[in-house]
């Protein structure tokens, strides 16, 4: 299972998903230890806002984890069996925990 984590600064779950540029990739090939896999820095035109081609990076994951994504994001992932999980928590491991456990914490309230 591999799972991507929004992170504008690859330090925090940032949201604007459909925006963004950068993931955190975990692998959770042992869901008891997960790994940082790989860092994705895409080109603009990657990102999903700009994005109309068949072939995407993010087409490989099973769980996208944000701070913040649009319902047209969430829809064209669940398209692919994809699924986006909107957060409040701001560590990408503690995000991916969260997850495994089922224990996600509610996205903070915006004004």
């Known amino acids: ?3 991507a984590i929004t992170s504008q600064n690859f330090r ?8 963004a540029r950068r993931f955190l ?4 090939s042992d869901p008891a230890v ?8 895409l ?3 990657m990102s ?7 072939d995407h990076p993010l087409f490989e994951m099973d769980v996208v984890i944000t701070g913040g ?8 992932l669940a398209t692919r069996g994809i699924e986006v999980v909107v957060c409040g928590e701001s560590d990408p491991m503690q995000a991916v925990r969260d997850y495994l456990s089922g ?9």
């Open 1 to 3: 299972m591999k799972i």
């Open 12 to 19: 925090t779950v940032t949201s604007h998903a459909g925006k």
């Open 25 to 28: 990739v975990y692998d959770l």
């Open 34 to 41: 997960p790994r940082e896999l790989e860092r994705l820095d």
């Open 43 to 45: 080109p603009r035109e």
């Open 48 to 54: 999903f806002h700009e994005f109309r081609g068949l």
């Open 69 to 76: 994504a649009g319902g047209g994001f969430v829809r064209r």
């Open 103 to 111: 224990m996600v914490k509610p996205p903070l309230a915006h004004d």
